[in-house]
């Protein structure tokens, strides 16, 4: 059970086709992409690689920009189809991952080695917002799209809700490593989105 691989390329296919359905700009191959190439630059901080893997896979495998609840959808997934290729507690945490990306709060588990994966996952689903700024303004313009029925003075409100929660953290980021390389940029970033949501 355990010596086979969590994502195997049946799944990996699977879950692609999801990320290529039409309406997603943002929340696509490539974001599962860019994450994935983070969990290889990190992939000696992790306890668990294979699980942040998975977790990576299934965390926007739900996706409606009209559902309240995207990612208890993505996690019930998670659960459904790696059932007998895990272990229940490590299926559980990879669930907890997956719907902690809804509030990007880190989950309260026990182990410190969990609680350290959780955070270098989440911070690896945010670190967009620390891109370069062409690649932060492309993300902002992408997320806008996937809102497209959203009409804009509910956008603006809505999108800058997001953003200034983000703002009013003390940390955006969860671990050292992430509010070194991206924290800077990141609050750059959205200070501008903030003020042309603001402008118009």
Known sequence: MEN??????????????????????????????????LAGDYRRLLAD???IEAAIW???AVYDSKAKDNEAQSAALAEKKLAGRAAPSRLDRISAMIVA?????????????????????????LSILGAAPDAF?????AVR????????????AGRSAVLKSF?????????????????????????????ALANG
Request: charged residues 30%; aromatic residues 10%; proline residues 6%.
């Open 101 to 125: 990306t809804a509030t990007h709060q880190v989950p309260p588990f026990d182990d410190a080695t969990a609680t350290r994966d959780a955070s270098l996952f989440l911070d690896m689903d």
């Open 145 to 156: 799209r996937e809102y497209h029925w959203v009409e804009e003075p509910m956008w603006r």
């Open 49 to 51: 690689p294979e699980a």
């Open 167 to 195: 703002l009013a953290r003390p940390h955006i980021f969860h671990t050292q490593e992430f509010r070194q390389r991206f924290e800077p940029q990141a609050r750059e970033n959205i200070a501008r989105s903030l003020a």
């Open 4 to 37: 086979e691989p969590l994502i195997d390329d049946a799944l990996k296919s699977e879950l692609s086709a999801l990320y290529r359905a039409q309406g997603r700009h943002y929340h696509n191959l490539a974001h599962i992409e860019a994450m994935l190439a």
């Open 137 to 141: 303004d492309a993300y902002e313009r």
């Open 58 to 60: 299934f965390h926007d």
